[in-house]
């Protein structure tokens, strides 16, 4: 081993123990840690962060990744390692230690801000504060800033590499142009699809016992894994044998849990898939926010949402629910899952109508990035924009501009990686389906063949790759969103019989 990569070893280790300890408190916190108990553990977690952060930007780390990042004698892995490490402190490296400290706190602020701005249903309580990370985020990136960039791209780049304004442009313009169409149709032939069944009265207990079923049906090892309730669906994971996803039952929404286990465990199964000899390190997990939402949507959407899978198991879903689903054919009930329905939440959005929620939101970051747009003109902006693309018309910002998280926490670039992923999917799928006759092995429950496929193409290597190039090489073409074009087309034409 080089010498210098020996030297590191230590740090990473102590890194990845913290960062498992961080996980963990954070997972308590989302599950099962009482309210109560928040304030006097949070000074707990106070220290680890900043033991964390320490330890990551040590002096002699920061010497050692700088030196190694040209040696020629690492192995693949601890090269991706040393890259991966690089990439980190170049974000870092340019700003000043106050500002960054400074900028920490305002966002552990902002949250709260936004938390009530969002109640109050007051942009007007949010827009101080907005101005100030919209202000630290041009000024960060500005210093990472290289000849020829521009600041949105710097931004994008963190979540995606490789997809800048340039590709994302073409991306969304395509969309534009090729579904709008068909949303527009959609909505005409809205009554050709009910989905009222779907919001009876579904015991929870009986909702629990069929996730967990249905988590464990798709793939996701229980020996592994676990299934914990949170009031938002997400997963983590501490390593390859350690990953847990959550779920939100509701009793008159049957939907809600069913798809988001799926696709949590789309998520879990990624993580649970990556190689031995990467996880525990700094590339051992997720290829990016595309790649992962890319698995987790393939599991969700596209398998989980067809008439191919529900077919061996339908049956045990309508005795589970037998008053809410004997009168209800599997047909009837795929048709149910598929329908579409604008709306002003993303989180609630359909397959169909996704794509518009994440554009409204890439063209607003791009307008305040590149253009200084005024602060106070963005939510008209947004709501022209959901108007425009879907029809409706926020008549609130709590369910206008302020509805998400993100820009609190000053992640801008994030959402484009929600639509990449979908189409990303779909282009996997593509490929997959010359190897294997995907509807007919889930029509066999045979789910372990397209579990092994993905791991073989896509979940072993971890972060071993750019994401740009593990999918340039598990599609064998560069990135083609016209899969994902053609696949929405296609679906809601036979499901509405346009
Ligand atoms: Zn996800």
Redesign the pocket.
């Known amino acids: 081993m080089n010498q210098l990569y020996q030297q590191l070893t230590p740090y990473l280790e102590r890194s990845m123990a913290l960062e498992a300890a961080l996980i963990l408190f954070d997972w308590d916190m989302a599950t099962l840690a009482p309210e109560k108990g928040a304030e006097k553990t949070g000074t707990m977690i106070g220290i680890l962060s900043d033991e964390y952060f320490k330890n990551t930007t040590d002096k002699t780390v920061v010497e050692l990744v700088k030196k190694l990042k040209d040696a020629q004698d690492l192995n693949e892995v601890e090269a991706a390692v040393v890259r991966e490490l690089w990439e980190r402190i170049e974000r870092l490296e340019g700003i000043p230690s106050e500002e960054y400290r400074e900028y920490s706190e305002l966002k552990a602020k902002a949250r709260g801000v936004w938390e009530k701005a969002r109640e109050a249903d007051d942009y007007q309580l949010f827009a101080p504060v907005l101005e100030k990370i919209i202000g630290f985020e041009k000024k960060f990136a500005a210093y990472q800033k290289k000849d020829g960039q521009n600041i949105y791209d710097i931004l994008l780049d963190r979540y995606e590499k490789g997809f800048g304004v340039k590709t994302l442009d073409v991306f969304f313009d395509r969309l534009k142009k090729e579904l709008m169409p068909v949303v527009k149709q959609v909505i005409a032939h809205n009554d050709r699809v009910d989905n009222s069944f779907l919001k009876k009265s579904f015991d929870i207990e009986t909702q629990k016992k069929v996730a967990r079923f249905i988590a464990e049906y798709v793939g996701f090892d229980f020996e592994k894994g676990v299934l914990a309730e949170s009031a938002h669906p997400?997963?983590t994971n501490l390593h390859n044998e350690d990953v847990r996803i959550t779920t939100n039952y509701e009793k008159h929404n049957l939907e809600g849990a069913l798809f988001s286990v799926i696709?949590?465990a789309?998520?879990g199964i990624y993580e649970l898939g990556i190689r031995n000899d990467l996880t525990q390190t700094p590339v051992g997990t997720g290829a990016s926010m595309g790649i992962?939402?890319s698995q987790?949507?393939f599991y969700e959407n596209m398998i989980g949402r067809s008439e191919a899978f529900w077919k061996p198991i339908y049956k045990q879903l309508v005795e589970a629910f037998p008053s809410q689903l004997t009168n209800v054919s599997l047909h009837q009930f795929v048709q149910a899952v598929n329908r579409v329905e604008p709306g002003l939440i993303r989180i609630k959005a359909d397959e169909l109508t996704y794509c518009f929620h994440i554009m409204v939101r890439y063209e607003m970051e791009k307008l305040i990035m590149e253009e200084d747009v005024d602060i106070a003109k963005l939510p008209e902006i947004w709501n022209d924009k959901y108007e425009e693309y879907l029809g409706i018309r926020p008549k609130d910002d709590a369910s206008g501009i302020l509805q998400d998280v993100h820009w609190s926490q000053g992640d801008f670039g994030y959402f484009p990686s929600?639509a990449l992923?979908s189409a990303f999917a779909a282009q996997i799928w593509h490929t997959m389906e010359k190897e294997i006759s995907i509807n007919k092995e889930l029509e066999a429950g045979n789910l372990k063949v397209i579990k092994a496929y993905l791991g073989n193409h896509i979940h072993q290597y971890g972060k071993l790759k750019p994401a740009r190039q593990l999918l340039e090489e598990a599609t064998g073409e560069e990135f083609n969103p016209q899969y994902y074009i053609d696949y929405l087309k296609n679906k809601y034409k036979q499901i509405y019989e346009l």
């Open positions: 997400f997963t696709h949590e789309g998520h992962h939402e987790s949507r929600y992923g």
